[in-house]
């Protein structure tokens, strides 16, 4: 079945720190591939997608490139902040349109 | 309004009563998700609506959960006899049919003593 699969964290990194939360996926098909951001007592927004292999999303700073030959889908930032405090969904959707989550990792930047 | 709204906000009930949980999503959009949030949880998805399609009930997690969409727009998720493991942040997401963005609802926090 389709599924997602990503580092459960706690992650906590100092300010300016590279970040990278890792994102893996089963699915049929070729899904499109989303990261979600829940930043404290906020709903999920989103923070980026591709819809095709090949295809790097980038928003805030933050990248992903779908990856189909590793069925992948890593969270990326160079330099992160204390804003960046939060916890960050990796999400799938399917050609049915069925959205599936990871568990979610929480970030915490220290200053 | 301009976003997803959910009502209530919060509610707490007994165990065994039966609740509703309301979902109006934006104007438009014919995909509506239900999700549940539990703590320290990700996201489980409950029922996906898709126009006048039948929906995807797969992951309502036993017969005590039901949702309707009535007029392709309103969405009601029905808990019935309630458990304490129900307990969850009860989320709805809309999106527009021909996008892949979806919008969250703010969720409903629901808590069974």
């Known amino acids: 079945g389709n599924s997602v699969t990503q580092m459960e964290g706690p992650v906590t990194l100092s300010e300016e720190a590279f970040l990278t939360i890792n994102c893996t996926y089963t699915?049929?098909?070729?899904?499109?591939l989303f990261w979600y951001v829940q930043y404290p007592g906020e709903g999920l927004q989103l923070l980026l997608k591709a819809t095709k292999a090949d295809d790097k999303g980038s928003n805030k700073g933050f990248e992903a490139t779908y990856r189909k030959e590793t069925t992948s889908f890593h969270l990326e930032k160079g330099s992160v902040q204390v804003s960046d405090s939060a916890v960050y969904f990796c999400?799938?959707?399917?050609?049915?349109?069925?959205?599936?989550f990871g568990p979610g990792t929480s970030l915490s930047v220290i200053p | 309004g301009a976003g997803v709204s959910q009502s209530p906000s919060n509610k707490v009930t007994e165990k065994g009563k039966d609740v509703e949980l309301r979902c109006d999503p934006i104007s438009g959009h014919t995909a509506l998700y239900w999700y549940r949030q539990s703590l320290g949880q990700g996201l489980e998805f409950l029922i996906y609506?898709?126009?006048?399609?039948?929906?995807?009930k797969s992951g309502l997690p036993s017969d005590r959960f039901s949702a309707e969409r009535t007029g392709g727009s309103v969405s009601t998720l029905t808990i019935q006899r309630t458990q304490q493991e129900d307990s969850a942040v009860y989320l709805c997401?809309?999106?527009?049919?021909?996008?892949?963005?979806?919008?969250f609802g703010p969720g409903t926090r629901l808590l069974v003593l």
């Open positions: 999400a799938l959707k399917t050609s049915y349109d069925k959205v599936i």
């Open positions: 997401v809309s999106r527009r049919g021909d996008q892949e963005t979806q919008y």
């Open positions: 609506f898709q126009g006048n399609s039948a929906p995807d």
């Open positions: 699915a049929t098909g070729y899904p499109s």
